[in-house]
Each structure stands twice: as C-alpha cells, then as structure tokens.
C-alpha cells in the first residue's frame, strides 16, 4: 500500500506526454481536451465536450472534473442537485464517492450546515472526516451517552485531524472531557506541533486558565529564556507547566546537551511525571542526533518513556552501542502489538542469540524467514536457508488475458491518453475484488503495457502466485546494461534503486522536484551534467530515458567512491553523503546495525528496501548470490573515507 501512494503521489506531477491527435478516435480527443481543460480551471470548455461526448463508457470523467472544478471556484451550493444528478446518470462510476465527499467538505467549510447535513449519506458513517464534522454540528445535551463516548472516542484518537479536533467545543458542553484531559491533550498537541488542535483545546479552558499568547509566542521563538523565565515562579500551573514542557522540547530538538543541563538543574519545577518525561524528550531528541548521552538519557526517563516514537530511539540507541541486554529489556517492555513488528522481531532474536539464549531465538528467527523483506532475507542466510521456491504457476493464457482485459478497460483506456492519476486510481479499484490468478493476469496485461508500476502492485498482491518477472521487471534493459558497465555498478543495485525511485516510470516527478527513472533533483543534475562535460543540458531531460540513467549511475558511481559501500551509497543517494557521514562512528560498525539506527526515518526505511531489492534483482538476473549481510558489509569511519568537497550535492 505504502508503495502505492509513493507512486500515486509522483504520477501526480507527472508531465503528460506528447499524443499525436491524428492517432485518436474523437473521443479519446475530447476527453484529453477535458482533462487539459481541468488542469486550467476552464469550466465553459469542460461544458462543451460534455455535450460533444455523449454516452462515452468514459463520460462521467469531464462530468467530473466540471463539478469538482465548479465547487473549488466557491460553486457548491449551487452545485447539490448536479451532485444528484451525477449519481443517477452514472451510478457504478468510482467518482462519485470523491465528487460527493468534495462537495460535503466544502459545505461545511463555507457554513452551509443544513446542506451539508441534508447532503450526507448513509456510507458516511465510515468516513471518520465527514462523521466527526456531522457530530461537531449534531452533538448536544440531548445526544445519547453511547453518542457522547463515540465523538469522545473520534476526538482522542484522531489528533491529526482537522475535523475530529473541532469536537472538543460541543464534547466541553456535554462535560463529556474534564480538565485534567484537556491539559494532558494540550501537552501532547504541543509535543506534535498540531497548532490548530492546540489552539482549539486552549480555547475550550476556562478564561482564567487559558495559555497567553505572548507566552505561547515566547515559547515558540526563544524557548530559553523562557525556561529561564518560568524559574521566576514559585510554584508553575497547569498552563505554565504545559508550556515549560513544550520550550524544553524545543530546546532539546536545538542542543540536546544544553537542555540535559537545565533539566538537570532545573527539573524539580515540575512533578515526577514531568521530570521523567523531559528526560525522555531529551534523550529522544538526542537519539535523533545520535549524542553519546542519550542512553543515560533514557536511563533518567524512567516512567516517561510511554510513547512508540520514545521506545524505538530507545532500543535503536542501545542497539548502537551493542547493549544487548537493554536491548531485550526495552522491546519485551513494549505493548504486544509494537513487539510483533518485525523489525523487532529481528532484533529481539539478536539480543538473544548474543546473550546465548540461542533456542529461544530460534523459533523467531524460523517465523521471520518465510518472508523474502530486509530482515526475511537476513534471517535466511543466518539460518544458511536458500529463498523460498514459489510454487509453479501455470502459464498465464490468452484466453485468461481476454476475460479479464474488458474489467480494466477503463484503466487502459486513461493510460493510453496519458491521464494522471486516474488511470492508476482506475486500475487499483478494478483490481480489488481480484483473487490471487486475476491479479496475475493483471500483472501480464500491465506489463504488455509496459506500464511496470501497475505491473508490480498488480504482482505483488498475487500471494502465492506472485511472479518475480512481473514484480521485480528488468525495462530498459540495453539502455541501462550500458550505463551500468560505463560505472562499473552492480546491475541488481541498480535495478533496486530505480524500483524503490519510481517503480519504473520514465516521466516521474516527485514533490520535491526529483525526476525521472532515478528520481534526480535539478541541481544535482546540473552539477553531474558539468561534471559529465554535457553542453546546453537542462534539467528537464532528465526526464528522457537515457540521459536520466547516464546522470543516475555517475552518481552513484560517484557516491560508492566516496562512501565505499553499497549501503552508504544507497542512503546517500536518499540523504546527501555530508549526512551519512554525520551519521558514522568513531570506529568501523556492522552495516545491519547502522542501517537500523539511522535517524531518518524516510532513508532507513529506503535503505531497507533497495538492499532488499538489489538481493532478489540479483536472484532475478540469474547473478551469483550474495547474502544481504555480506552485502552490507562494515561501515568505515569518516577518517577513512573521501572528503566532500564545496559544490557537491
């Protein structure tokens, strides 16, 4: 699921290629020229293809795209009964549900309660968004307790959101949330940086008790001399002590040593409860800057450490510093669920092993080695076991792809014009209600499309008809084996690399601007092209095939030469090297370990992931297999590495 998101998000802003208009029939134009016309805001153009399209299999799309378009120009009221209307002239069109929901949420944002209430329907009730802002406007003093204890239940375990947070006004009504809750909520939205939420639990204390904004303000903008500040008070409230906390935080996120030295000194201003969980904000954030302290940190944290985020730098932390019987200590101290993740899994069976509890760490390590992931796979070469064999799949027939092909229609037909991203939201529904040989079939149909990102999650939800040839694909193959040879890379890498970037889609471009196959930000293009002594290039060609590949395999060309193994290199073509070397050891460490305690979360689990890639791309290519822990190999020190030089990415 996550992999699809990543790829939903970049097809976003995808560019659309170039079709040639002589080459389609009249409605496949008109529908490029509706979507064209969506992405410009152009209602009177969309009206007019409606009309020109008629009963197209197609036609609810620029009905669609008019309506949405329609109600973010501020058009919502106006737009109910068209809303209907869409509904009983295409009722099994899979736009409906977004057009509906966009249509709510912009009633109640522009206060049209009654039309938002009477638009509701019965499906909603499991749309947390739209359920907590009809109980934000419905729930009063007449409401059923059972009512009462679900909003409560919505607004406690939905911090994040925006609509659910807005429940805190009618649940204070009710007297359904006390005062000790509302401070405990306060402090934990501080802790999040969730300001709207913040400023909604604030709002719903007392007058007198209600944090000041200049205060809030001081907090923010210089949180020391605000710690310095609050010493000026003999005994703090409940309002000065959630914000102490919150200036500790973010002193700690600055230096993590100066705010251990205030705490030290200063930590008795608050009860037992907000001395353990200063020192376990400390240790957390000096953990992120992987401090020496932070263990002794945590040590001081005693009872604070309550939170997922706390336990995992935890256990990461004394995972760096080989203490395997902490540890042990920490992941047993986890809730059951936390501990069956199966990173932990993992290395609980290390703690053991390490501390000679070898036949308890067994039947974990046997557990995790029937799946083929980054610890599945170390877990095979530890207990010497080959990869699993899939079970022989017969042969995917024509008449199989014939059957199957009119239920992705839709999906095919959107791709073929190049419409983004709804040709992928199209193929994913379709592909819902499929057991494991349709979604082999899929597969086979998306890759003779040589649409590869479909390919692979289509393959990938197979089970145990999964077909590594479709979901771990080898395009491009002449292209990239020459560039590959020019560096001297390892091709599997490679190959991982590029299925982690963009899962194989040539024209990808992330948010933050990365392009191509491997995914390559605009100035380090530039920089690779000056170095590759490339004339007149502009960063937009890193969107064709081969120059993308040729600028992608010099820089990790480059970064393998600087950072001397394929796991450095891996994170530094995720981070920046300057980064992965801030994240280095004094002394060379095992490769498994600096992977598993690299601070950002993104390049940990993307090291994770391309490593685990390169090791089944490898099995892929019919390459002699190397285990994923030799792999890795030691991680040098800094000393023993190429400098970075002023310029370089």
């Not at 799946?371 to 199989?400: C, M, N, R, W």
């Not at 193959?477 to 890498?493: C, G, I, M, N, Y």
């Not at 948010?511 to 937009?540: C, E, N, V, Y």
Request: with cysteine; charged share 20%.
């Amino acid at each position: 699921m996550k992999v699809f998101l990543i790829v939903l998000w970049l097809s976003l802003l995808t560019l659309p290629r170039v079709i040639c208009a002589n080459d389609l029939s009249l409605p496949d134009n008109l529908l490029i020229r509706a979507y064209h016309a969506h992405l410009q805001q152009q209602l009177n153009v969309l009206q007019s293809v409606i009309t020109e399209l008629g009963d197209d299999e197609l036609a609810d799309y620029p009905r669609y795209w008019y309506l949405v378009d329609k109600i973010n120009q501020g058009g919502a009221v106006t737009t109910v009964n068209q809303v209907w209307q869409f509904k009983k002239d295409f009722p099994h069109s899979p736009l409906y549900k977004s057009l509906h929901n966009a249509l709510a949420y912009a009633l109640y944002n522009s206060h049209q309660e009654a039309l938002f209430l009477a638009t509701l329907e019965e499906p909603d009730q499991h749309n947390v968004n739209l359920l907590c802002a009809k109980l934000s406007l419905t729930l009063n003093d007449s409401s059923s307790a059972a009512l009462v204890q679900e909003a409560k239940r919505l607004w406690l375990e939905n911090p994040d959101n925006h609509f659910c947070s807005l429940l805190i006004g009618p649940l204070r009504s009710v007297m359904a949330v006390d005062q000790h809750e509302l401070w405990q909520s306060l402090n934990e939205a501080l802790y999040n940086h969730q300001d709207l939420r913040s400023r909604l639990i604030n709002e719903a204390l007392p007058k007198a008790e209600q944090l000041r904004e200049r205060d809030w303000r001081q907090a923010n903008s210089d949180p020391k001399h605000f710690l310095s500040h609050m010493l000026s008070y003999a005994h703090l409230n409940p309002g000065q002590t959630v914000l102490l906390l919150h200036a500790l935080q973010l002193l700690a996120k600055e230096d993590p040593i100066e705010a251990s030295h205030w705490w030290h000194n200063h930590a008795s201003i608050v009860d037992t409860n907000g001395r353990d969980w200063g020192w376990a904000e400390i240790a957390y954030q000096g953990a992120l800057k992987l401090d020496p302290h932070a263990l002794s940190w945590f040590h001081l944290a005693k009872l604070g450490i309550d939170q997922e985020d706390y336990r995992a730098s935890h256990v990461r932390t004394a995972l760096r510093e080989e203490q395997w019987q902490e540890v042990l200590k920490v992941i047993d101290s986890m809730p059951l669920k936390e501990q069956k993740l199966r990173m932990w899994q993992y290395w609980k069976a290390q703690s053991l092993n390490h501390l000679h509890q070898e036949s308890t760490a067994q039947p974990i390590l046997q557990a995790l080695a029937k799946e083929s992931d980054f610890y599945g796979l170390l877990t095979q070469d530890e207990l010497h076991l080959e990869l699993p064999h899939k079970v022989a799949i017969p042969p995917v027939s024509k008449q199989e792809i014939a059957t199957l092909e009119p239920t992705l229609q839709r999906a095919i037909r959107l791709h073929r014009l190049n419409i983004k991203p709804m040709d992928r939201l199209e193929w994913n529904l379709a592909n819902q209600p499929f057991n494991a040989r349709q979604h082999l079939i899929a597969a086979h149909i998306a890759y003779q499309l040589q649409w590869f990102d479909r390919a692979i999650f289509s393959a990938s939800q197979a089970g145990p008809m999964e077909d590594i040839n479709l979901s771990y694909p080898t395009p491009f193959a002449s292209t990239l084996e020459e560039s590959v040879k020019k560096r001297h890379l390892d091709e599997a890498w490679v190959y991982g690399l590029i299925r982690q970037e963009s899962l194989f889609a040539p024209q990808a471009r992330s948010r933050t601007g990365a392009q191509g196959l491997m995914q390559i930000m605009p100035p380090t293009a530039r920089w690779i092209a000056k170095h590759l002594s490339l004339k007149r290039f502009l960063p937009d060609q890193t969107t064709e095939l081969a120059t993308n590949l040729n600028l992608g395999t010099y820089y990790l060309q480059h970064l393998l030469d600087q950072l001397n193994t394929t796991a450095l290199a891996t994170a530094g073509y995720n981070a920046g090297p300057r980064r992965v070397k801030q994240w280095l050891n004094p002394t060379p460490m095992d490769g498994v370990i600096f992977i598993e305690t690299i601070p950002f979360n993104e390049t940990r689990d993307y090291v994770k992931r391309v490593m685990a890639n390169t090791v089944l791309y490898s099995k892929r290519l019919n390459k002699p297999y190397i285990p994923l822990k030799e792999r890795i190999g030691i991680v040098p020190t800094v000393a023993n590495l190429q400098p970075i030089h002023g310029g370089e990415p």
